[in-house]
């Protein structure tokens, strides 16, 4: 094991050794190089006051080298913060005014420390990081039924993690705590787990309230108290859009310092919440008591990224760090999040109107990009492919009766005839099953 991993894994095991037997054993053993070519680099860049003949970048009179068709199109921007590599943990600023956005947004995490988020290339790129270092082979990976499914191809195809799942909600209508104690308890002799938790949920919207909420911190801190050691990720893709009688904050500040044997990361990004889905920008931050444990882990996060895509694209950061700085952004951010409930508000009004019935019921949501319809007489397939071959409609079909619709997507006035052609769609093929 190479001495630099050595370091790093006995800072986390003499700060909280319950962390370290978190760690995949690609986790205990990826660091980040200290006296490679980006140190040189960085060193060269300090005190190379004549030549710097180092990173393999091209420069030109006193700036990087580049094309003006492309500046041309940039113009707005110096091309020092275009074209140069980022740093493998991201534009410092950028990661700094993130976490005082963090803090800002996330009330109980007040007293509380986290590492300084680093720069992922967006949200799966950073569940694959949490991948990579938690998660070994027959490992078990915690997640309800209701979900994205790159999480398959993230924690089982690519580090072969076992998945289990629980029913999202209970008899009630709510998130289901009760489901997610039974399966903590079902593999408590695995010594571990990793917790995922989507809110706002994708593929159906929903976001728990403040009792649910609570609920779900008391079952993990009771198997954290029963010897289970816990990553508990918080993946807040859809962080901010909450629209009704939700939580309005991340878990991951309840999560933070909870007990010993939890460690919480956060997975986040700009890709919806700043509405820049093609810029790729993501985060992930760590919570815990310790700054030295935090900075390891940082290390450690920054060996993977080296090691995979050296580091984020450099422009993406500089735009979403010009647009958290510029004094109109709180506004732009008011007006579209109005957009979205107002979307979400027609969707319930015409769902809650009774003209469907019959035809479906809907799983409760208050938040996100996405709700969820639960077919009564047709298969979800089927609905989806008449859907999309009659009508030119697209929506995604999930098992056998949930029926995916992003309102993200589809402006306000149209939703009613949205809603129409997939009612007029489960009649059509209804009749046809008669007809047959």
Request: hydrophobic letters at 40%.
């Amino acid at each position: 094991m190479n001495p630099l991993a050595q370091q790093l894994n006995e800072s986390i095991r003499q700060e909280n050794e319950h962390v370290y037997s978190m760690l995949s054993r690609l986790g205990q053993l990826i660091y980040f190089p200290k006296e490679g070519i980006l140190n040189q680099s960085a060193e060269a860049s300090a005190k190379a006051k004549k030549f710097n003949a180092t990173i393999g970048i091209a420069t030109e009179g006193k700036g990087p080298m580049h094309l003006k068709v492309i500046q041309d199109q940039l113009s707005a921007f110096e091309p020092k913060d275009l074209y140069p590599y980022a740093p493998p943990a991201g534009k410092p600023e950028l990661r700094s005014i993130w976490k005082e956005k963090i803090f800002k947004e996330t009330p109980s995490l007040e007293g509380k420390l986290i590492s300084n988020p680093i720069v992922t290339n967006a949200l799966t790129h950073g569940l694959s990081i949490v991948a990579d270092l938690f998660a070994d082979e027959d490992d078990i990976v915690v997640m309800p039924d209701k979900n994205w499914e790159n999480y398959e191809l993230t924690f089982n195809i690519r580090r072969g993690a076992q998945i289990a799942y629980y029913p999202l909600y209970n008899d009630e209508m709510k998130f289901n705590s009760e489901g997610l104690r039974q399966v903590l308890q079902a593999h408590s002799s695995k010594g571990k787990a990793i917790i995922l938790l989507n809110f706002p949920n994708n593929p159906t919207g929903y976001t728990p309230g403040a009792e649910e909420a609570q609920a779900i911190v008391s079952v993990i801190k009771e198997a954290a108290e029963n010897g289970m050691k816990l990553v508990v990720v918080s993946d807040d893709a859809y962080y901010g859009l909450f629209f009704e009688d939700s939580v309005q904050e991340s878990l991951f500040g309840a999560f933070a310092s909870l007990h010993p044997n939890v460690l919480a990361v956060k997975v986040d990004g700009a890709t919806k919440e700043e509405y820049v889905w093609g810029f790729r920008v993501g985060f992930i931050t760590y919570a815990s008591t310790s700054e030295k444990l935090l900075a390891a882990l940082e290390q450690k996060t920054m060996g993977i990224i080296r090691s995979t895509i050296s580091s984020g694209p450099h422009p993406s950061q500089t735009f979403v760090l010009k647009a958290l700085q510029s004094p109109a952004y709180a506004e732009q951010k008011i007006e579209k999040f109005n957009i979205m409930k107002a979307r979400a508000n027609v969707v319930k009004s015409l769902l809650d109107s009774g003209k469907y019935e019959g035809a479906w019921t809907y799983y409760p949501f208050n938040s996100g990009y996405f709700m969820c319809l639960r077919l009564s007489k047709v298969s979800a397939e089927d609905l989806r492919v008449h859907l999309l071959e009659q009508y030119g409609i697209g929506t995604i079909a999930l098992g056998e009766t949930d029926l995916r619709v992003a309102f993200s997507c589809i402006e306000e006035e149209h939703l009613p005839e949205l809603f129409d052609t997939i009612y007029q769609g489960v009649l059509d093929l209804t009749s046809s099953k008669v007809s047959k």
